[in-house]
């Protein structure tokens, strides 16, 4: 069973910063792609950042383009989130999530294009 364990969430005011992290355990995870989630209250879940590690691509929303960066190890199996320049509509949980196939670049947002999923980590941001 693989397991999937975000940490750096937290209360931040506006304009501040945080690091989300997420490693995988459990069963060895044939792991092609990482990303990240969120859902904000009364909202669905929506795609954040993903990083292919075929060729190492990252794309991102563009609500978060040019303020959070995705970096990662696959041979950790692990991820992180920085955020910079955070907003009040940053406000989320996050999920990290892994697919065991690569995502085509159609597919990156797509929920079902990943396999695993992690239970959320909280991000507040306080104007």
């Known amino acids: 069973q693989v397991q999937l364990v975000e940490s750096g969430g937290g209360l931040v005011q506006a304009g501040g910063s945080l690091r989300l992290s997420c490693a995988a355990s459990g069963h060895t995870l044939s792991n092609y792609a990482m990303a990240w989630f969120r859902r904000a209250p009364g909202k669905e879940r929506e795609f954040v950042a993903v990083?292919?590690?075929?060729?190492?691509?990252?794309y991102y929303a563009d609500s978060v383009k040019g303020r959070f960066t995705i970096s990662g190890d696959k041979a950790k199996n692990s991820v992180s989130l920085q955020m910079n320049s955070l907003k009040p509509e940053d406000t989320a949980v996050y999920y990290c999530?892994?697919?065991?196939?690569?995502?085509?670049?159609?597919?990156?947002?797509?929920?079902?294009?990943?396999?695993?999923w992690g239970q959320g980590t909280q991000v507040t941001v306080s104007s």
């Open positions: 990083i292919r590690w075929s060729g190492g691509t990252t």
């Open positions: 999530a892994a697919a065991e196939s690569t995502p085509s670049i159609w597919s990156v947002g797509v929920e079902g294009s990943y396999h695993y």
